[in-house]
């Protein structure tokens, strides 16, 4: 066991001191030149620094169909895990990044609001946080680096703890002189070539740092080279929880919040002191749009904020500028980001005193995910392993969850004999015979709204959470469990207050029903017959067979020696597992012989597991020999002799191992199918 010194030695050893020196790193602004002409991005605008930072953990280039898309790794969130992970938006996604580049190129778009648009529950929030938490990370790294000033004390230049940091984290270039900064560009950019990145100095000092540098010009008789000497340039790291570089700003109630707390102010303890209450030194810059100056601002909810925030974000937006109390327009430089629902949208396209609102807006649809396999990553975030909380997550019990939110969020297809159950997997990546890539890519053209409606992901995590704690006696937690408490829900949906909505939504639960049945009863058919010996058998005496009947011989007998024609019993029964009709038995049977020879071409051996097809053609035939020597339905009538119970526990076994059940589970779907197939039984009768 280790002392309390091997711990600290342990810290010790790992620590970095020359990334603690280079974070906290204090210059004059001589020095700060040196370090723009050595790498003038340390100057970027807010857009250009965080579009880069997103680029910066690297782009795919992913191809659908005839068009090739980009995906952005930033998005799943390798810095925490995946915790923020956003999955299944990589069109919306893309949409947002383009913004940010037409915004980081100076096109316009630098003087909009980028609003995220959709349902509730469907990743604007988390978005908003990736980016704010990305910036964070991105401002502590040496791409990302930047840098604000401050001024030295006029008592005592040395001391720095006495230094008084800009309030809105200046660029230090805005010291500069406007009638001088197209020289000093045209000197800090010498010898950069086309594609490199220059230097543009735009913005004005704030109202704070405009104040002291009048005041020392005045002391040293207009000197401004005497000026910039009492200038202390500092490494700066962006914060949300330090509110530095990055600010929220969500509506409360009306009474209780003013604009003040986006543009800052006053300090009337200070008024005493200064004599003013238009001296910056008796102002607090500490609003929302001040601390955020130089990185982001998110606006929660913003279409809720009353209509005098709305001015002063326009005037954000568009002009790049704020009016704090008892000061003139100030520049700011950060990037405006919003989210809202689809309600408020709405009211705000039939507000024709919100017009420049609209004006001033990028809109960025955020939809909810379309796509099985990604809604089921959501889920899995926070039931990433099969046992929560003490109990076992059944197989198909968080994918049949999934279907389900998938199915209310799609629109019915328009297509003739398509259910939305077909739907849902061709855009899940299934082939349907019929339908290609731009069959699929019209299948969503069609469906306008697609996504923007239906059932939030926090329902269902809501509800999978409830099953977990509603069994207290079970150890495991089924599909049906999910799909009641999903059901159950419905009367209370605090957002769907149409019943005829509710009746469609239980339609669909019965839609994932039935999908689940045919599932567990595959994967239960697959179990029992997973018997390698017998398969290995059943397919070498089709193989013999289809070679025999093929080549026109005859079949020798393994027992007797006898030759004996091939066996079309046994041929038929199998083929007809895969729906291949008496008239296409000779092609089918030419192509798996024509399989094998071209194996063998390639010095390959033909097993049962080489053929999809006839793997599963195979499988379905010894299901049906073996399910009555299991006597799979008298479980039902829990009448189970020895050696039945022997073979049922092999099953078991089999779908513990191969497809993550555990034993309560395992029991629970092999009554379930064997009921299934009492009913059939007793149809059949």
Not at 44 to 56: C, E, G, P
Request: hydrophobic content about 35%; overall charge negative; some cysteine.
């Amino acid at each position: 066991m280790s002392d309390g010194r091997t711990i600290i030695d342990l810290v010790s050893q790992r620590q970095d001191r020359d990334q603690f020196r280079r974070k906290n790193w204090i210059g004059t602004f001589e020095e700060y030149l040196d370090l723009v002409r050595a790498n003038p991005k340390v100057t970027r605008t807010a857009y250009q620094r965080l579009y880069d930072m997103i680029n910066s953990y690297g782009v795919d280039i992913v191809e659908r169909g005839r068009e090739k898309k980009k995906y952005y790794r930033f998005f799943d969130d390798p810095d925490n895990g995946g915790k923020d992970a956003v999955f299944g938006l990589r069109g919306s996604l893309e949409h947002l990044v383009n913004a940010l580049e037409s915004a980081a190129n100076g096109y316009g778009i630098e003087r909009r609001v980028l609003l995220l648009h959709g349902p509730v529950g469907s990743s604007k929030s988390t978005i908003a946080r990736l980016l704010k938490k990305g910036l964070e990370s991105y401002s502590a790294t040496d791409d990302g680096a930047l840098y604000t000033l401050g001024w030295v004390s006029e008592d005592d230049p040395e001391d720095l703890d006495a230094i008084e940091w800009c309030p809105m984290n200046e660029e230090p270039l805005h010291l500069i002189p406007e009638r001088f900064r197209s020289d000093v560009e045209q000197e800090l950019n010498a010898g950069k070539g086309e594609h490199d990145f220059r230097v543009k100095i735009t913005g004005e000092l704030d109202p704070y740092c405009r104040f002291t540098y009048q005041q020392r010009l005045k002391k040293y008789d207009g000197d401004w080279t005497r000026v910039i000497q009492d200038v202390r340039v500092k490494r700066l790291l962006l914060s949300e929880k330090d509110r530095v570089g990055i600010g929220t700003f969500q509506p409360k109630d009306e009474k209780n919040q003013d604009a003040t707390e986006l543009t800052g102010d006053i300090n009337y303890r200070k008024i005493a002191e200064y004599g003013s209450d238009s001296d910056p030194r008796a102002f607090n810059f500490d609003g929302e749009f001040n601390i955020a100056n130089r990185g982001l601002i998110e606006f929660v909810e913003v279409l809720k904020l009353d209509v005098a925030f709305l001015y002063d974000l326009l005037g954000a937006s568009q002009e790049h500028r704020i009016k704090p109390k008892k000061f003139a327009q100030t520049d700011i430089d950060e990037v405006i980001i919003g989210h809202t629902n689809e309600p408020e949208y709405k009211r705000l396209q039939n507000n024709e005193f919100m017009e420049a609102l609209r004006d001033r807006t990028v809109k960025i649809d955020i939809p909810y995910v379309t796509i099985l396999d990604n809604e089921i990553k959501i889920y899995e975030k926070d039931y990433n392993n099969r046992t929560v909380k003490g109990k076992h997550i059944a197989p198909h019990t968080i994918e049949m969850a999934a279907m389900w939110a998938i199915l209310t969020r799609l629109e019915e297809p328009k297509h003739a004999g398509l259910t939305r159950l077909q739907k849902l997997k061709l855009y899940n990546g299934k082939t349907l015979p019929g339908f290609t890539e731009e069959n699929i890519k019209e299948l969503r053209d069609q469906a306008v709204n697609e996504g923007m409606l239906g059932i939030s992901p926090r329902y269902v995590q809501d509800k999978i959470s409830n099953a977990l704690v509603a069994h207290p006696e079970a150890k495991s937690i089924n599909p049906f469990m999910v799909l009641n408490e999903l059901e159950g829900g419905l009367k209370h949906h605090s957002l769907i207050n149409n019943e005829e909505t509710k009746q469609e939504y239980r339609e669909l639960l019965s839609v994932v029903k039935e999908e689940y049945e045919s599932i567990v009863k595959n994967e239960v058919q697959r179990a029992i017959a997973a018997d390698e010996d017998a398969l290995a058998r059943l397919c070498g005496n089709y193989i013999d067979s289809v070679k025999a009947y093929t080549q026109k011989e005859k079949v020798k007998n393994a027992f007797t020696g006898q030759y004996e024609e091939p066996d079309e019993r046994l041929m038929r029964s199998i083929e007809e597992k895969i729906d291949i009709p008496e008239s296409r038995k000779d092609d089918f049977r030419r192509e798996i012989m024509n399989y094998i020879a071209a194996l063998m071409m390639d010095g390959k051996r033909f097993d049962y597991k080489s053929n999809e097809r006839l793997y599963k053609a195979l499988e379905l035939k010894l299901f049906e020999d073996q399910k009555d020597t299991i006597k799979l339905t008298s479980l039902v009538s829990n009448v189970v002799d020895a050696d039945t119970q022997k073979k049922i526990d092999i099953v078991k076994e089999r779908l513990i191992r191969n497809y993550g059940y555990d034993q309560e589970s395992a029991t629970d779907v092999l009554n379930y199918v064997a009921s299934i197939f009492a009913r059939g039984d007793s149809k059949q009768e």
